[in-house]
């Protein structure tokens, strides 16, 4: 089938409004390209201090600099789940490195916090800014100069992102992410959520709590529920930086070995020493963005992408908006339902059919850019496929399945679960915000309900466990929860307590500057509200009572008071010198005077693009 006209559309637009900025772009990089590989450039030295450590056999091969070096940014810490699996993947990569006739070398580590334990508590104020540290640390590696490829080790929430920005800007080099996989399956995540609900209500105790918790959270590998970590890496499939199928591998098997083996083959293969040269910077444009947009709703990906993506594209040069966002999710259809917005986790969507019955579903409906340059190529039908373990130990593709294993988890594009994405944008005179309705009943996806508001997440649970939300329907607002005021923490933890409430037949939403997760589920919530609170954003003259209308069907928020008493109430922002220490927070203090909007990309690093 044709491009969709919507979606050719809206990249059109993107591609005019960002001609300029990305002229700028693709000429830095060509400029950084020159005299590849630079390391014949340097002083006797600063080669010397290269290689020092490297094994007898690299280090000859890098003295006479005529093989690729392959720099490996790794996110690996024993904490994580998700990334415990790398410690082993540099021992694998330099071994195939060596065999293709390369070498490969950890050019840096970079930080990667977990939401999951950090997840309402003071940490959280440094998650959304480990984005931007991430992609820091990541450059000192690669400032070296010494590399031709990069393979990129990250898999969760904030992680992957700031890999990206970072490869876009060191747009030269060609770059291949590398995913560890998903922990196999533990406890239903259905299971999980009830035991937490039954514990808010008391009804269950701390023992039973935790033991829920541990079963559901086992093993080596990402959380298994439909969240940032695995948006990422369905982002990272529809823009062609994996090998094709790796996203949904488990860790430990000789299948994900084998993807690890195949993506270093190919980084060396893709470097200016060959003539596949691939540099990420040109690799990826305005259609690559589009066709992650497309996939994040036709999932029902994480929230956090509505920011992530519009940082990301800006290392690029590209220049994305909320709106664009909004305008490709009315057109894409709703085609997976995984937790939180159904039952199976993602090893059961990837045994339906997965990443590669996704992609071609989307190819077959006109909704994605098949004609985009991937890393193994032209084209993003080699991503319609399913990755297999040959008799040799060798990675083999079939065609990924014409029909879906189970329609209750995988639909066809043309009889989806809801004719449009998951993720929409709100406005009105509250601001902008976002919302995630794939795992919310359509018959609450309009509310008007009195505002309750509260300045910090622990007022609302405080609220809730003295009963003071009991009874009555209203949107609960959390604000002073934006980048400016306090990292812009995800308030995943008050799905549960409004949860409760909503079960006991209460008409609950929730506004916030805040963020939730892409494990967010069935109570409808406008969030990311810009401007923020601490902006002046109206959100910080609401007041107990005031009525509010949140309606997902025609993407409107709206305070519905008498606009002239509303704007001329004075503005009275609460003491948050809280935020400023502790846990580390006082290190972030640039970080909060100077970050951008949410609508921005809420970055420190990666600002608005020059017109």
Known sequence: MSLSGTIAAVTDRIRERSKKSREIYLDRITHAARNRPRRSFFACANQAHSFAACVPLDKERLKEDVVGNIGIITAYNDMLSAHQPFEVFPKIIREAAREAGG????????????????????????????????????????????????????ICDKIVPGLLIAALTFGHIPAIFVPSGPMTTGQGNDKKAEIRQLYAEGKVDRKALLQSEATSYHAPGTCTFYGTANSNQMMMEMMGLHMPGAAFINPNTPLRDALTREATRRALKITALGNEYTPVGAMIDERSFVNAIVGLN??????????????????????????????????????????????????????????????????????????????????????????????????????????????????????????????????????????????????????????????????????????????????????????????????????????????????IALVTDGRMSGASGKIPAAIHVTPEALDNGPIARLKDGDMIRLDANDGTLTILVDEKEFNNRPIKHPDLSANEFGTGRELFRVFREFVGRADQGASVVVGPLSK
Not at 106 to 123: E, F, H, L, N, R
Not at 452 to 478: H, M, P, R, S, W
């Open 298 to 507: 036709a999932t029902g990906g994480s929230t956090n992408h509505t920011i992530h993506l519009i940082a990301m594209a800006h290392a690029a040069g590209i220049d994305l908006t909320w709106g664009d966002i909004a305008e490709i999710s009315s057109v894409v259809p709703l085609i997976a339902r995984v937790y939180p917005n159904g039952l199976a986790d993602v090893n059961y969507f990837h045994a339906a059919g997965g990443m590669g019955f996704v992609i071609k579903q989307l190819i077959e409906a006109g909704l994605v850019h098949e004609d985009v340059r991937t890393v193994v190529g032209e084209g993003l039908s080699a991503y319609a496929t399913e990755p297999k373990l040959g008799s040799d130990g060798q990675v083999v593709r079939e065609p990924a399945p014409e029909k879906s294993g189970d329609e209750k988890v995988l639909a066809g594009w043309r009889k989806p679960f809801q004719p449009d994405g998951g993720i929409r944008v709100l406005s009105g005179n509250m601001g902008a915000a976002i919302i995630k309705v794939s795992a919310v009943k359509p018959e609450r996806w309009l509310i008007e309900a009195p505002a309750l508001v509260f300045n910090d997440q622990l007022e609302l649970q405080e609220a809730f466990k003295a009963g003071k939300l009991d009874g009555k329907d209203f949107v609960a607002v959390v604000r002073y929860q934006g980048p400016k005021a306090n990292g812009m923490p995800e308030l995943h933890k008050l799905t549960t307590v409004l949860g409760v409430l909503q079960d006991r037949g209460q008409k």
């Open 103 to 154: 070498v490969a070398e950890v050019a840096s580590g970079v930080p990667a916090m977990c939401d999951g334990i950090t997840q309402g508590y003071t940490g959280m104020e440094l998650s959304l800014f480990s984005r931007d540290v991430i992609a820091m640390a990541a450059a000192v590696g690669l400032s070296h100069d010494v590399f031709d490829a990069a393979l990129y080790l990250g």
